[in-house]
């Protein structure tokens, strides 16, 4: 029996004598092996980069917004855009409710503030004292809104705002006016930036905050967009939600509200995350069966090339097995000098839509491995017919091949 | 105790519904040390026999003994081993590896045997010297003359320190001066290290130098 290295060994000279056509079936192996692990590793940075954005925030925050789910179809559905939550509704809550720690109600425009005569296309909210501290906002300038600030014309602009403001030539825009519906708000504060994702709503960095009762000057009601709150540790979530739902109802009857909890989306989002997983792996399956189907090909073609070959390695006293292992070796590093240079494009293109979608780059061990598994499995699975076939060749036919 | 004794082999094979015996009853010994040179008719069934000698093939009657043991019912594995372990074959057209070198090629039978790769390569490099190939261990098939890879040939058929060299017409593809070369390499190594050698060949002049001839007629074997 011939030694395990001395296979290895073998094989790789006949690899080096590797033509177009192998090349050509490595093709597949390297764009399956590429998308699995491209895909997996983009699922498992998504993954850490959500759940690390929900842990900056903390996993106890909730929103509550009105409810879209149950429509009623036709004019109901009409009336229903109607019911928003108000701000006594809002401002209530705390009262009744003592487990919420912290809320934080506050309006959403979109609007085109001016500066200098510049349109500029931002988000407008309204927001009171305790959006900073929900949201954990950091300022880099200046002051936050105040509960203080009543009707008063004043803003914070988030980061991106006063990068965008500071493109326009406003140099420091703290003490500067932003024009926004007719009215002067002047700047009293700068935002660090703020992680996106998770519960922080989007608006933060792009747009200006002002005091929520100023918002409502621009509103034909006192209505809010969405309530943020964090909840007292070891609350069951189950019966605040439908306490909620109480409460609401007994200010709009047929009023029915959302809540969602940081915790319940990061489940999702893992959820999600696998579905996504498993759904690309599949789409990365399908290049690795051509792939394979393809290896499969070159070796039984390499096996009858190699007829004459197979024949004087039996007459030398090699045994069937050997002839098997060194057909099943050379089609396993086949796969896996595919599955290597798919490895390194799979990770490369991991690599570019991290940088693009700024997620934190991540490549697990894990996906390394099932890489490097999987391709030498197909190396495996579809080399091991013609490994075979050519073990079981009949020596004095073989040699006899011209 | 002879190295081959062969009692009414006999081959047939079948192809669709015809038969053909090829071997009819073979009977042969050969002692050790012997230099036996087969002839005959093409097609009369010469590389069967060598074949079954060779433990390539086996008969479809009679008896084989090989250094005393008798070699029927051996199975696929054993039949591989006795190939590695006691026969060097060489062949007409050579059958060296075209992708590996002299060298590799000389080492091969003792790659299927386990020996380590030193000691391989020294077995190799000594028998490579003795068929006159020192100086081109490192040159791959196609770059040798006809004349040298028979040379090469023989060296592989003799690193593996068989009991039995089995020539098929191993000067049945080279020119005379060249085959007189070869046949005196084989000649020189039944002399010297009385290498047991069986050899297949039309040539009358190459079956004069060998001291025992047998004849290949109608499915028997015949002494001549
Ligand atoms: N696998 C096989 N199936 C069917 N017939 C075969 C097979 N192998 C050999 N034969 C037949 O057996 C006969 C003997 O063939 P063999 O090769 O032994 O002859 P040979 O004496 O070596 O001839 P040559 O001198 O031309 O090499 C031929 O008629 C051949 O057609
Ligand atoms: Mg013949």
């Known amino acids: ?183 002067g708000f002047k700047i009293v504060g700068v935002l660090a930036r703020a992680e996106e994702g998770g519960m922080r709503p989007f608006e933060i960095n792009p747009g200006m905050m002002i005091p929520i009762h100023t918002s409502f000057l621009f509103k034909k009601e006192r209505v809010i967009n969405e309530i943020m709150a964090r909840l007292a540790p070891g609350m069951d979530r189950q019966r605040l939600t439908s306490g909620l739902n109480k409460y609401f109802k007994m200010y709009q009857p047929d009023m029915s509200i959302q809540v969602r909890s940081a915790e319940q989306l990061i489940n999702e989002m893992a959820k999600q995350s696998r579905l996504f997983t498993l759904l690309l ?63 390194a494009l799979g990770v490369g293109a991991a690599y570019v839509l991290a940088k693009v979608n700024g997620w934190i780059f991540f490549v697990s061990g894990m996906g390394l491995a099932l890489g490097v598994g999987v391709s030498s499995a197909i190396g495996v699975f579809f080399g091991y017919f013609p490994a075979r076939q050519a073990s079981r060749l009949n020596p004095i036919l073989a040699l006899r091949d011209e | ?66 250094e005393g043991q008798d070699a029927g019912h051996l199975d696929d594995n054993e039949l591989a081993h006795i190939r590695n372990q006691k026969i060097g074959f060489i062949f007409q057209q050579f059958n060296l590896l075209p992708r590996l070198n002299a060298l590799e090629n000389v080492m091969l039978p003792l790659v299927y045997r386990g020996v380590p790769p030193q000691q391989r390569e020294k077995v190799a490099k000594q028998m490579l010297k003795r068929v006159g190939m020192a100086d081109r261990m490192a040159h791959r098939p196609p770059e040798l003359s006809g004349g040298q890879q028979q040379r090469v040939a023989i060296a592989r058929a003799l690193s593996g320190n068989p009991s039995l060299i089995l020539a098929d017409e191993p000067t049945g593809a080279l020119d005379s001066q060249v085959s007189q070369e070869i046949l005196d390499i084989f000649l020189e190594l039944n002399r010297e290290n009385e290498i047991t050698t069986v050899m297949v060949t039309h040539d009358p002049k190459v079956g004069k130098q060998c001291r025992r001839t047998v004849r290949m007629t109608d499915g028997h074997l015949l002494e001549v």
Not at chain 1, 4 to 20: G, P, T, W, Y
Not at chain 2, 12 to 41: F, H, K, N
């Open chain 2, 1 to 66: 105790m002879a190295l081959i004794e062969l009692r009414g082999i006999t081959k047939t094979y079948y192809i669709g519904d015809m038969s053909v015996d090829v071997l009819r009853g073979v009977d042969l010994t050969v002692e050790p040390g012997e230099l036996l040179a087969i002839m005959g008719e093409s097609g009369g069934g010469k590389s069967t026999l060598m074949n079954i000698i060779g433990f390539l093939d086996s008969p479809s009657g009679g008896g084989y003994q090989f």
């Open chain 1, 281 to 343: 792996g599949a789409i990365g399956s399908i290049s690795l069966l051509v792939g394979g189907i393809g290896v499969m090909n070159v070796m039984l073609v390499a096996v009858s090339e190699r007829r004459k070959e197979i024949g004087v390695r039996r007459a030398l006293g090699a045994m069937q097995s050997d002839i098997r292992a060194q057909f099943l070796v050379e089609s396993v590093i086949l796969c896996l000098a595919g599955g290597l240079i798919g490895i």
């Open chain 1, 1 to 183: 029996m011939m030694p395990f290295k001395e296979i290895v060994r073998e094989a790789l000279k006949s690899q080096a004598a590797a033509k177009q056509r192998t090349l050509l079936a490595l093709i597949g192996i390297v764009i399956g092996i590429g998308s699995v692990i491209a895909l997996v590793t983009v699922g498992e940075m998504v993954q850490l980069t959500s759940e690390q954005q929900f842990r900056q925030m903390g996993t106890n925050i909730i929103t509550i917004q009105r409810g879209w789910g149950d429509s009623q179809g036709g004019g109901g559905n009409q009336d229903r855009q109607d019911q928003m939550i108000t701000w006594e509704e809002a401002k209530g809550l705390a009262k009744k409710f003592p487990k919420l720690e912290a809320v934080a109600a506050y309006t959403s425009t979109w609007g085109q503030p001016l500066f200098a005569d510049k349109s500029l296309d931002m988000p407008v909210l309204g927001v009171t004292r305790s959006f900073a501290e929900l949201n954990k906002l950091t300022l880099t300038k200046g002051r936050f809104i105040s509960d203080l600030d009543g009707y008063s014309f004043f803003g914070v602009l988030g980061a991106g705002a006063a990068a965008k403001l500071a493109k326009m030539g406003a140099g420091d825009p703290l003490g500067k006016t932003v024009f926004f519906k007719g009215r």
